[in-house]
């Protein structure tokens, strides 16, 4: 990030509203100091009520900015930017999220083992002043899997606490052929567009 950029955004107290380690992971390669308060939001809404799946994520992520905003704002506790983020996969017009249990997430992955899926991310900047909101989505093309390399990779346990049951920078990696778009978006924070907009909000002299 450019460094007038970075000196603005080091004096200001930055919170990622997700205890998600690859969001964490990403916010730290920036070189961002930033304090990590996952949402309490229950991600309760409905996907096939909306006409887009990019609608749908960010929605999903202003719920989860607006419950900590609420919360730290009611303790006394005010920050200057809150990132906030929520991630899914779509094949075929069908939502993919966080499976349940194992048995949910060897289902997932022999449904998109073999075939093209969407990854969409929508991501919440709130500062003191706006909301900025936006959204990535990334074509995803894995390969054909057996089932005995599907259950062995859920055995593991990377599946379990990721949108369409795979991690693309760890094991589940190796599950993909090739992606058309933001590899960040697929690990849940598209990079290159946060970047962008972090450094527009550095240059708001109302911020």
Do not use: W
Not at 47 to 66: I, R, T
Not at 97 to 110: F, I, Q, R, S
Not at 178 to 187: A, H, L, R, T, W
């Amino acid at each position: 990030m450019l460094e007038p950029a970075m000196q603005f955004l080091q004096s200001q107290r930055i919170i990622l509203a997700s205890g998600s380690p690859r969001r964490v992971e990403i916010l730290k390669a920036m070189g961002l100091k930033f304090d990590v308060c996952p949402s309490l939001y229950a991600e309760n809404l409905d996907p096939s009520k909306y006409k887009c799946h990019s609608e749908y994520v960010l929605d999903c992520a202003l719920n989860k900015v607006q419950e900590v905003a609420d919360r730290l704002f009611a303790e006394g506790n005010k920050p200057d930017i809150i990132i906030g983020a929520d991630t899914v996969v779509s094949k075929d017009g069908k939502v993919y999220g966080k499976p349940e249990d194992e048995e949910a997430a060897v289902e997932m992955l022999k449904q998109l083992g073999g075939h093209a899926h969407t990854v969409f991310t929508g991501v919440i900047v709130r500062t003191c002043t706006k909301i900025i909101k936006f959204s990535e989505s990334t074509k995803v093309f894995m390969a054909p899997i057996s089932d005995e390399t599907i259950k062995a990779y859920v055995k593991t346990g990377e599946p379990l606490d990721k949108a369409g049951g795979y991690g693309i920078q760890g094991l589940g990696g190796s599950l993909i052929e090739k992606i058309e778009g933001d590899y960040f978006n697929v690990m849940g924070l598209p990079l290159h567009t946060l970047c962008k907009h972090l450094v527009e909000i550095s240059k708001n002299v109302d911020l």
